[in-house]
C-alpha cells in the first residue's frame, strides 16, 4: 500500500511501513535524518499511557499551553478555517490532492498555525512546563562512535547549535535550537533562541523548490528584533 493511500488507525499500527527494512549502517557509527525514530517514540508514548498518541499530546502539551489551532487532519476534529494546500508547477498553482497523513502523525502529520508553533517553542524556556535538565538533554547534539558531533547538530527532536553567533558578528553567541518540515502542499519551520527568550515560527501553504529560500526569511525576521534589542540597550 503506498503511503497517504491508506489509513492508520493507530501509531503502532503506521510503524508496519518500516518491516523490512534494512540497516544503512551500524548504530552510532553514522548519521542519516529519518521520521521513523519520532513515529518510535510517538508509539512509545502511547503505550505507556495507554491512550491513543493524539490523545497524550492533547493532555500533555495543546491543552495545557491553550492550543486551539493544533492537531491532525484525521483525528475527527472539524477543521473549518485549515488552509487549502497547493501544489506549484512554475508559474501554475493547483489545489494539492487529498492525502492521508496518519502513517506519519508524530513525525510529519500534524497541522499547526505559527501562533500556536510560537507557543510550543515558547514552552521550551519555561522550566515550570519542562524541567531545564529534560531540556538540556534534548538539545544535547548526539555524538557519533567517532566522538564527533553529527553533521547536522541533531539532538533528540531538535538541531541545536551552541555555538552560534550573532548575525554579522562572530564576538557575540547566539545560540539556538530549530526544526523545519515539508509536507503535502505545506512547509514549516520553528526557531527557539532561548538566551533572548525568543520564538519565531512561519509556515506556509505550499511548497517551493528550495527550502531555505523559506526559512531564510525567519532570519529577516530575527534580525528586525535583534536591532530592536540593541536600540533598547542603548536607550
Same mark, same amino acid.
Not at 27 to 42: E, H, I, M, R
Not at 87 to 115: E, H, M, N, Y
Not at 224 to 232: A, K, M, P
Given at each position: 500500500?503506498?503511503?497517504?493511500c ?5 501509531? @503502532?499500527?503506521s ?15 553514522a %548519521? @542519516?535524518?529519518?521520521? %521513523?525514530?519520532v513515529?518510535l517514540?510517538? +508509539?512509545a508514548m502511547a503505550?505507556s499511557? @495507554? ?8 493532555r500533555l502539551v495543546?491543552? $495545557?499551553l491553550?492550543l486551539v ?12 478555517e485549515? @488552509?487549502?494546500?497547493?501544489?506549484k508547477d512554475?508559474?501554475q ?5 487529498? =492525502?492521508?497523513?496518519?502513517q506519519?502523525?508524530?513525525g510529519?502529520g500534524?497541522v ?6 510560537v ?6 524556556m519555561d522550566?515550570?512546563f519542562?524541567s531545564?535538565?529534560?531540556?538540556e538533554? #534534548?538539545?544535547? $547534539?548526539?555524538?557519533l562512535?567517532?566522538?564527533e558531533?553529527?553533521?547536522q ?9 551552541p ?10 553567541a547566539?545560540?539556538? +535550537?530549530?526544526h523545519g518540515?515539508?509536507s503535502?502542499? +505545506?512547509m514549516?519551520?520553528l526557531?527557539?533562541y532561548?538566551d533572548?527568550? #525568543? ?8 511548497r517551493i523548490?528550495?527550502y531555505s529560500d523559506f526559512?531564510s526569511?525567519?532570519g529577516?525576521?530575527?534580525?528586525? =528584533?535583534?536591532?530592536?534589542i540593541e536600540?533598547l540597550?542603548?536607550?
Amino acid at each position: 500500500t503506498l503511503s497517504g493511500c491508506r489509513h492508520y488507525e493507530s501509531v @503502532a499500527e503506521s510503524l508496519a511501513i518500516f518491516d523490512g527494512s534494512d540497516l544503512i549502517y551500524e548504530p552510532g557509527t553514522a %548519521f @542519516a535524518y529519518s521520521s %521513523f525514530d519520532v513515529n518510535l517514540l510517538g +508509539a512509545a508514548m502511547a503505550s505507556s499511557q @495507554a491512550q491513543p498518541f493524539l490523545s497524550v499530546v492533547d493532555r500533555l502539551v495543546f491543552d $495545557p499551553l491553550g492550543l486551539v489551532a493544533s492537531g491532525s487532519e484525521s483525528d475527527g476534529n472539524d477543521w473549518p478555517e485549515l @488552509a487549502q494546500f497547493y501544489q506549484k508547477d512554475k508559474d501554475q498553482l493547483r489545489t494539492w490532492k487529498p =492525502f492521508d497523513l496518519s502513517q506519519r502523525i508524530p513525525g510529519g502529520g500534524l497541522v499547526s498555525t505559527s501562533a500556536d508553533l510560537v507557543r510550543i517553542g515558547s514552552s521550551w524556556m519555561d522550566p515550570a512546563f519542562i524541567s531545564t535538565q529534560t531540556r538540556e538533554t #534534548m538539545w544535547t $547534539p548526539q555524538v557519533l562512535q567517532n566522538g564527533e558531533v553529527n553533521e547536522q547538530s541533531y539532538a533528540i527532536g531538535w538541531r541545536y547549535y551552541p555555538d552560534a553567533k550573532w548575525p554579522g558578528d562572530d564576538s557575540r553567541a547566539l545560540p539556538f +535550537a530549530h526544526h523545519g518540515g515539508i509536507s503535502k502542499g +505545506a512547509m514549516s519551520w520553528l526557531v527557539v533562541y532561548p538566551d533572548y527568550q #525568543m520564538s519565531i515560527a512561519i509556515n506556509i501553504n505550499t511548497r517551493i523548490e528550495n527550502y531555505s529560500d523559506f526559512n531564510s526569511l525567519e532570519g529577516k525576521i530575527l534580525v528586525l =528584533f535583534l536591532e530592536r534589542i540593541e536600540q533598547l540597550q542603548e536607550e
